[in-house]
């Protein structure tokens, strides 16, 4: 699969030179509030990558051999692919976000090996967000990966490898069954009605870019007849009007899909000058951005620097923050060109662990949520007083961390002793009086006690549960004058428990 890497490398680089859309007056971000409260205005979502190399751990792929990958997961993948999913489902909840755009490469009936973002892997998706209690808390659009999904995988079906040297025909209508049939179709037979991402009632398709590097025949009202093609498959097949989202690249190649009867909205990608852009079609803005990207290897050179997270607020501030009703963000799985949006190891570029995941929650419709569940296994910083990770799972380190057997799965911190403790980096509590419940089990006696902003609560005591029994203790109350972002510590007092999980609840 070499050509992959060569292949979205230089479709990054042809996007890096599209035009720029001219961005807008913008608010301060830390003001900002959201529109009628309880029926949100404006929706923010990720595109996620699912390929095998990602679940893995990451892997160089889709970038150039070489490139140094600094925002690898905190997560660290198992033997069991549900557990990818699990993590994913949780991660993605936790940053408050509207829709999970599932980043779908089509699959190739004749080579069934090729695992590059195949959409039957989307039940996978919607079963864990079952398993994991988090069903509601987000949807799912599709992002069709253009060049991968129409182009490389045309020809890997064709017998011709995983490459764009075959450009796609976008005026033969036999290709079309690479965007729908093995795709799109595809996808939205593996998310439940009741789990697909909507705008105005009508489930949303994001497309990616047309170049001429790997599509030819785009203009002459081919593109459009593509478009024609997706909606009325898709009102043939689910009973409902699509609600098609394009590249500004398409009405580029081809004219006549610059029409509100064609295309519903458009979207401006990002490039290495502006990390964020701002289109406005047929009256709805579409935002678009990265928290930073790095890809960089012999005459490869495509950089924005994350700087801390500033970039991120930036590009966020440039699009939710200036009104766009739909902000597409990349990518929250996508460390292979260092703009992953997950909980990171990376410390050359951001600062902890969650860092991406809170500023991006803090752009949501629900900035201070009136119950925040925050995973133990998940912090930002720990002190274990022993050496390695006893439970092997999860993530490297000295936390001691298991999969456990409570209620919608996951992992917990175990073999917790006297003065270790587990922190927290820029958590939100909402003005006036919050609590603080854990998630607990234990076969003897312990205490803990929370801190926040270096401020101790009294220390509580933990009553024995008996072995695999969990329950849920209040943990201390905490007021605060206004809204705002905490550093949150739990340590461990006396004993020895295990954590699963705690909440901040407004009170």
């Known amino acids: 699969m070499k050509n992959q890497f060569c292949l979205l490398a230089v479709l990054c680089l042809a996007a890096c030179s599209r035009k720029e859309a001219t961005l807008e007056p913008i608010p301060d971000g830390k003001s900002l509030t959201v529109e009628n409260a309880g029926a949100p205005t404006r929706f923010i979502g990720s595109v996620v990558g699912f390929n095998n190399t990602i679940r893995a ?93 129409w182009c490389a995988n045309r020809n890997v079906d064709n017998g011709l490898g995983y490459t764009t040297a075959t450009p796609f025909d976008c005026g033969d209508t036999a290709n079309y069954k690479y965007i729908w049939t093995y795709n799109i179709k595809t996808a939205f037979q593996n998310i439940p009605d009741a789990k697909r991402f909507k705008y105005n009632g009508r489930p949303v398709v994001f497309f990616w870019a047309v170049h001429p590097s790997w599509a030819i025949n785009s203009g002459n009202g081919n593109l459009k007849k593509i478009l024609q093609y997706v909606r009325a498959q898709f009102n043939a097949t689910f009973n409902q009007d699509p609600y098609l989202v394009i590249d500004k690249s398409w009405i580029d190649r081809d004219a006549s899909v610059n029409d509100p009867a064609v295309t519903d909205a458009v979207h401006n990608w990002f490039n290495m000058t502006n990390p964020s852009t701002l289109y406005t079609f047929n009256g709805v803005k579409v935002g678009s951005g990265v928290p930073g990207f790095r890809v960089v290897q012999g005459t490869t050179n495509m950089f924005i620097d994350a700087n801390h997270g500033q970039t991120w607020i930036n590009t966020l501030t440039n699009t ?98 006297a003065n270790e403790w587990l922190e927290w980096r820029e958590l939100p509590f909402s003005a006036g009086d919050s609590k603080f419940q854990v998630r607990y089990s234990s076969n003897q006696a312990a205490s803990i006690r929370f801190s926040v902003d270096g401020n101790d609560l009294p220390i509580i005591n933990m009553p024995i549960t008996n072995n695999g029994v969990w329950s849920l203790i209040d943990a201390g109350t905490v007021s605060l004058p206004a809204d705002g972002l905490h550093t949150v510590r739990l340590k461990i007092v006396s004993g020895s428990l295990s954590i699963n999980f705690f909440n901040r609840v407004t009170l």
């Not at 690898?72 to 755009?101: C, I, M």
């Not at 190739?108 to 079963?127: A, E, F, I, M």
């Not at 009703?325 to 460390?335: A, K, N």
């Not at 991006?360 to 050496?387: H, I, M, Q, W």
Request: negative net charge; glycine residues 10%; proline residues 5%.
């Open 57 to 149: 751990g990451g892997g160089a792929s889709p970038t150039p051999a070489g490139n140094i990958l600094y925002n690898q997961p905190l997560y660290k993948s198992s033997a069991s692919e549900d557990d990818w999913w699990d993590n994913l489902v949780e991660e993605f909840a936790f940053s408050g976000q509207d829709f999970f755009a599932a980043n779908c490469r089509g699959y190739s009936p004749n080579v069934p090996t090729v695992d590059h973002g195949d959409p039957r892997k989307l039940t996978k998706l919607t079963q864990a967000m079952d398993r994991r209690g988090v069903t509601g808390k987000f949807k799912i659009a599709v992002f069709d990966d253009c060049p991968s999904s």
């Open 320 to 417: 939710w923050g200036a009104g766009a009703v739909l902000t597409l963000l990349e990518g929250f799985t996508d460390c292979a060109e260092n703009a992953a949006i997950f909980r990171s190891k990376d410390v050359t570029y951001y600062d902890y662990p969650n860092q991406r995941i809170n500023i991006l929650r803090r752009f949501s419709n629900d900035p201070y949520p009136a119950t925040l569940k925050v995973e133990a296994e998940g912090c930002d910083f720990y002190n274990d007083l022993t050496t390695g990770n006893s439970g092997g799972t999860f993530r490297d380190g000295d936390l001691d961390i298991v999969k456990n057997g409570d209620t919608y799965g996951g992992w917990h911190v175990n073999n917790t002793q």
